[in-house]
C-alpha cells in the first residue's frame, strides 16, 4: 500500500484509530508545584553592635574598695592579730570622695589607719551612698 491509498481511504484510517492500543489515557494533570520557598536575604558580613554592658556603681565601688585590701590588712595587722573579717563603714559623697572607719569603731587606732588608706580613694560621681564593705584578713601564724 502507498501512502496515497491510505490517505484516500477513510475507513481505513478508522480502523485504525478504532483498533485498541497500547497507550494509557492520558493522566490527569499533576499537582501544581509548590512555589519555592523565599530565599532569606544574605546576612551582612558585619555583624552588629552588641549593647556594652556598664557595671553598676555600687559595684565598680566594691571593686575600688577590695583593691585596698592589703593596705588594710597592714591596718589590721597594727592593731590586733585575731580578725578574719573587717567590716569598714564606708560613705561616698557626690563627687566619689570616699571616707571610711572601722564599723562600730569610729574612734579607734584601726579607723584611723582606715582612714589614712582609704580616704584617698576616689569613685566615679554617683548619689551619695553608705554600706559596709567585708575585708577578709588572713590571720598571722602563731
Do not use: W
Amino acid at each position: 500500500m502507498s501512502p496515497r491509498s491510505v490517505d484516500k481511504n477513510p475507513s481505513a484510517s478508522m480502523t485504525e484509530a478504532a483498533s485498541p492500543s497500547t497507550e494509557l489515557p492520558p493522566s490527569p494533570d499533576p499537582p501544581a508545584p509548590h512555589p519555592p520557598p523565599p530565599v532569606a536575604e544574605p546576612t551582612p558580613s558585619i555583624q552588629p553592635k552588641r549593647l556594652i554592658q556598664r557595671p553598676d556603681p555600687l559595684t565598680l565601688v566594691h571593686r575600688e574598695l577590695s583593691e585596698r585590701s592589703a593596705a588594710v590588712q597592714q591596718c589590721a595587722d597594727r592593731a590586733t592579730s585575731s580578725l578574719e573579717r573587717l567590716a569598714v563603714a564606708v560613705n561616698i559623697d557626690v563627687d566619689g570622695a570616699v571616707t571610711a572607719h572601722a564599723a562600730g569603731a569610729a574612734d579607734s587606732l584601726i579607723s584611723r589607719c582606715l582612714g589614712r588608706v582609704l580616704n584617698h580613694t576616689t569613685v566615679p560621681p554617683t548619689r551619695p551612698q553608705s554600706f559596709v564593705h567585708i575585708y577578709k584578713l588572713s590571720t598571722p601564724l602563731p
